[in-house]
């Protein structure tokens, strides 16, 4: 395994900017990435109360049916007392969802790890698993790469129900066939089976997309001792219900904080990444048929398509006594993680941080100062066939991502045109033309049926004549079928539908061919967290 870094051309302003202009910085965030800012953080944080033993002890709770390692509880018990986390999240998808998922748990683990020394206190990795989210085909689906294209794989059975993914419960006979099919794709290696078994085992433990999420990358990523906990876990929700209220209550100032910012934020050409209202709750109610968003109407918090509508004081008897029955959007859910975890950084993905630049008064508002923020680690794996076909090519990872592989691509099938073919082809169809416009003229007396004939008489010699030159045409890529092959597969393992491989394909098809052992020995590279692109050759 061997770790090289690449400058992508990157078209995300918020990342460049994020990266490289501190006034951006500045008027979006608390803290800079740097290392300066964690003896600063640590310092707020220790001037901050924390429930700390009754958080310890729901993580403790919600992982137990997991399993626990001895790295696992001996982060449990630092949390309890001292520790500080840093934290990330992610959607509940199908064998774990897009390889980001398990690169920003890598992200998590390592600048815990990194902090942990450097500041000599216990630095804990946090997972936090957004369960609550209801929008299930987001996460029902995974890719395969056949024949340089990416091929989506989705989980069919339908849930009516707006249900929190934590709610939704599978079929396992149905999610059995599923990741049957979706390995028989993957192909036969020597790990197949058993990581196989160990994924159909866990489809058996579990019965929500939660669960099976996290049974999976608890597997990964146990002898970390990286603690999960689900946003929809119910005991959460009581830990939570004190900030609850206090949501509900500033809920009018929060909408407008993150409004003003939000046009502030456009102004400088970043765009609008969640679209605030001024008449939003941010918060949903969780309903007998799914997860609803709230808004604010007439003094009241409805939501108008099912009818609802609480009062400020209903709204408040809900935080203190049932507060599972209330979840946080995009602008609260940072805020609650913030109240809840001493967060000393918090490991994000491009659209994550764009979000979060919105809510730095929101944080304020609720005597908080925004975490340190991270940007999760960027990783490209590349297959030692794929290795093998770029040397042959005299390509490089950075030439997949450019474009330069596609248009090379391009340009070999526009040699290998037989132009003289082409040539006596076209000269054929307009010989065939002249003649039929004669035949046409002689014919004019006999009537539009004859006419039509004769139009319908050309168009199947034309479409013989192009199906001959299809043939041709396939003909020839079939016999270069290897070095087109070649071009495919390295833009379908490296840059599938013009997209980071991370952003599509799950982990499982590179344990399939690497083994096992692959979550350890990415752990072991020395990542640094610099912005740039890493590129692992397997």
Known sequence: MKLDVLALQGNNKVMQSYNNDKEFL?????????????????????????????LAETVRSFMEPFGISPNTDKHLKELAENAVVVIGGQQAGVLTGPLYSVHKAITVILLAREQRKALDVPVVPVFWVAGEDHDLNEINHTYTELNGRAMKQQYRETFVLKLMASDATYDSVQMTSFIKDVFSKYGETSYTKDLKDEVLEAVQQ??????????LMNGLFREEGLLFIDSAYKPLRQLEASYFIR?????????????DKEKRFAAQGFG???????DAANLFYVHETGRVLLSRKDGYFVNDSLGLRFTTAEMLQIAGEQPWLLSNNVATRPIMQDLVFPVLAFVGGPGEIAYWALLKEAF????LKM????????????????????????????????????TAREQFVEGLQDEDFNAVLDETEQILRVQYEKIAELSEQRG?????????????????LDYLKGKADDALLLKHDAVLRAFSTMEGELFPEGSLQERLYAPYAYLNSYGPTLIKDLLQLPFEMDGTHKVVYL
Request: hydrophobic residues 35%; without cysteine; proline residues 5%.
């Open 272 to 278: 609008e990444p969640i679209s605030a209202e001024m």
């Open 206 to 215: 579990e019965e929500t997309f939660t669960g099976f999420f996290v049974r």
């Open 247 to 259: 949501m509900i209550e500033e809920s009018e100032q929060l909408a407008a904080k993150v409004v």
């Open 371 to 406: 975490p340190i923020i991270v940007p999760r680690i960027s990783i490209t794996l590349v297959t030692p066939q794929v290795k093998q076909l770029l040397d042959k090519n005299s390509f490089t990872v950075g030439d997949v991502m450019s474009g330069q592989v596609f």
């Open 448 to 464: 539009t049926v004859m006419q039509e004939l004769l139009q319908k008489n050309l168009s199947l010699h034309t479409k013989q």
């Open 26 to 54: 500045h008027t979006f965030f608390d803290y800079g990435n740097e290392s300066s800012s964690y003896p600063k953080r640590v310092e707020e944080l220790k001037g901050r109360p924390f429930e700390r033993s009754q």
């Open 364 to 367: 304020h508002l609720f005597g």
